[in-house]
Nanobody
Framework: EVQLVESGGGLVQPGGSLRLSCAAS????????MSWIRQAPGKGLERVSS????????SYVDSVKGRFTISRDNAKNTLYLQMNSLKPEDTAVYYC???WGIGGSRGQGTQVTVSS
C-alpha cells in the first residue's frame, strides 16, 4: 500500500521560508517521479513541482520558479520542497504525489499559511 506522509507546514510571514518533507513507503520510491501539488482555499489542485526518479530533471509552475526547490533522497525514501520568499498566494494545503502530475496517489497534506 502506497503511503505518503507530508510534514513541515505551518504559519509563516511573507518573505519567510519553510521546508516540506514527504516520507514515502509501500512502493519502490527510487523508480518513481514525484510531485508536489497544492490546493488553495476554494481552488482546484495545482501541480507545483515535479522531479524525476534520479533527481536530475525537474519542473516548476511559473509562479514558484526561483523561489521553490524540489529535491529527493532516495536512500531515505523522502521528497522535499524548500520554499523561500513565501507569498500570501502560496497559502494552500500541500501534498506530495506519486508520479509526474496530480493524478497519482497522494498523502494527507500539510497546511502552509503565509500571513502577517
Amino acid at each position: 500500500e502506497v503511503q505518503l506522509v507530508e510534514s513541515g507546514g505551518g504559519l509563516v510571514q511573507p518573505g519567510g521560508s519553510l521546508r516540506l518533507s514527504c516520507a514515502a513507503s509501500g512502493f519502490t520510491f527510487e523508480i518513481y517521479s514525484m510531485s508536489w501539488i497544492r490546493q488553495a482555499p476554494g481552488k482546484g489542485l495545482e501541480r507545483v513541482s515535479s522531479l524525476n526518479n534520479g533527481g536530475g530533471s525537474s519542473s516548476y509552475v511559473d509562479s514558484v520558479k526561483g523561489r521553490f526547490t524540489i529535491s529527493r533522497d532516495n536512500a531515505k525514501n523522502t521528497l522535499y520542497l524548500q520554499m523561500n520568499s513565501l507569498k500570501p498566494e502560496d497559502t494552500a494545503v500541500y501534498y506530495c504525489a506519486q508520479g509526474w502530475g496530480i493524478g497519482g496517489s497522494r498523502g494527507q497534506g500539510t497546511q502552509v499559511t503565509v500571513s502577517s
